[in-house]
């Protein structure tokens, strides 16, 4: 298969420059694909302009979903398919439902949410993952741009990414 | 850092005076109301519930709290009127509520202390002046227990100390040592007596050194303040554990004392916690829409509102794995409680309305992260908490003191707001008197730079 996913990666030694490389490189008109960084930097998700998650608005409705068949099953099997009296409570008594209800809330909506934030951030089990630069896991920081998603040629981003403050500008290629 | 001061203007003590005099009249009005007029009415509706409830009136009137009344003669227990027994319920359950006030704002700074958070630097000034109402509330409780005395702790009474043929309680001799030990069963409950003083004296103590340990700090700054303040905090922790457990059976529980339950010392924290959360949050809220805690950003609001939703929650939990196994294994000494509740008109509104102020509101309404990051919404939330866990206090304690003569008015509405305008006071003038947050505090740059 030939080469078909084209970026140019940006190695940054400390995360100061790193942050304020991010401003520099967008104020440019470049579109950053990914910052990848051993640890977690302070202010990045702001810097490159990250809007919020979405994925509470999933766990809630993945939660209600889990309401909502916890109690349509009791009452469906407690009510009307096999109506049981139990300690002498109504078929409909709503407190001994809420400990199921509550559960499968959380269940669903914990296995929903991971199950939502695995495809949202394409994690698939037959992926096979990227990998960049093997020293991102170490001591690098890794600014990746995507050239099929900027209008400017190689070298002109090559150039902007040097300026900001980049020890190392390389190319990477993935076959996918 | 620049010191910062709250400082209490002539304007909000005039204010919190103008709130604390309607609440004085208030209370009289509800009060000659209910010596004079609102009897007969009260009478009408008693009988009304009666008619319209027969069941389960039928059933309270078999339950064994009120059979066992009846055995040692209704006159001596009853004691005073109507209007006054209610004026004494109250008095007790803002003793209560106002207590817990002022003790989970100790209990607040010791968790921060303990924890060694940083995120909460910049507030504990709040808790800390909240806790300053604790020697009133110890003062209060102590002189208003003698007060209430037969009126609101049923067994007090000496009758029913008598041999269970001469219409003494067998289940209220079984606890008779919890109150009365080491003096004769019936005559001074010293050891009930003495553990009001204990407990006061034990929080009044550690609450001292701790604010020894903060003042301190502004002056010298030495970090040894801070080691030494957390090593009282964790002592104190220990010490709260129990005592706030045993001071809900004491001060709470034992208004009903037939029944029992063993989740009641956790209920009443979860409710004074969550309380108490939501009362610093709203006057640090206030104080930074007036100007001050600039150093108090969205992310230490989101922070306390956690605290809130994630407790609101949790005193849910208590409330419903409390009410589920009552409900569940259907005995009559258990299960009283909540007939009582449940099954007179005056109670059952309060029922159902605890659970929506204290559950489902803050629950849907701090869920989402911007509503914990914006002080409009915590402004709607957390006094409708504080009003929730008020009617949290009457439904422990009113339906067991006044039974089918309770109701809900003027006097109600009116001595709340009295304590409450004597807690503010208490805790504003008191904020006033030291900086506004602790400049020295060791973790002051972590909250500064916190960020979530």
Known sequence: MESNKHFVLGVYEDEDVLLDAVGKVRESGVKIHEVYSPFPVHGLDGALGYKMTRLPKAAFMFGLLGTTLAL???????????????????????????????????????????????????????????????????DKHVMAIDLAKNKMSKDEIKKIIQGSGASEVNDKDFEE | MTEERFSFTASAK?????????????????????MSGGHAEEGEHAINTITSQ?????????????????????????????????????????????????????????IQYATQAG???GMKRIPLAMAHWLPIAGGLMLISWFVVNHDVFHWTSAGLYAPVAEGGDEIIQGKAAMWYWPLEIGSFPLFYVLRIVVFFGLWIMFFMWIKKEMLAEDLDGDVKHWYTARKYSAIFLVIFAVTS??????????????????????????????NGLAVITLIVVVLKQNGYLSIINSNHLHDIGKFVFGFSIFWTYIWFSQFLLIYY?????????????????????????????NFFLPFLLLMTRDAKRHMSMLKVVM?????????????????GVMQKDGTFGFVEIGMAMIFGVAFLFVTLSNLAKAPLFAKNHPMLQESLHHHI
Not at chain 2, 22 to 30: A, E, M, N, Q, T
Not at chain 2, 249 to 274: C, L, R
Not at chain 2, 385 to 391: L, N, R, S, T
């Open chain 2, 245 to 274: 457990s045993i001071a809900a059976w004491d001060w709470v529980m034992s208004i009903d004392p037939h029944w029992f339950s063993t989740m009641f010392g956790w209920y009443v924290f979860a409710s004074w916690w969550v």
């Open chain 1, 72 to 138: 349509t099953m009791q009452i469906g099997m407690l009510g009307f398919d096999w109506p049981m009296i139990i300690g002498g409570k109504d078929f409909f008594s709503i407190p001994p439902f809420i400990p199921v209800t509550f559960e499968l809330t959380v269940l669903l909506s914990a296995l929903g949410m991971v199950g939502t934030f695995m495809i949202v951030s394409d994690l698939k089990p037959y992926k096979k993952p990227r990998i960049y630069d093997i020293r991102i896991t170490d």
């Open chain 2, 54 to 110: 027969t069941d389960l009136t039928a059933s309270l009137e078999e339950g064994p709290e009120h059979a066992a009344e009846e055995a040692h003669g209704g006159g001596e227990h009853h004691g005073s009127a109507p209007w006054l027994k209610r004026l004494f319920t109250n008095l007790w359950i803002n003793n209560i509520y106002f207590t817990g006030l002022g003790i989970i704002g100790l209990f607040f700074v010791a």
């Open chain 2, 329 to 357: 294994a259907n005995i009559p000494e258990e299960t009283v409680y909540f007939i009582e509740r449940l099954g007179a008109s005056q109670y059952k509104w309060v029922f159902f309305l605890n659970l929506i102020l």
């Open chain 2, 119 to 121: 995120w909460s630097a």
């Open chain 2, 14 to 34: 005039k204010t919190l005076m103008i709130v604390g005099v309607i609440g004085i009249v208030l209370l009289v009005v509800g009060t000659i109301s209910s």
């Open chain 2, 383 to 399: 006094p409708i908490i504080i009003v929730g866990h008020w009617f949290d206090f009457y439904l422990m304690i009113t339906p």
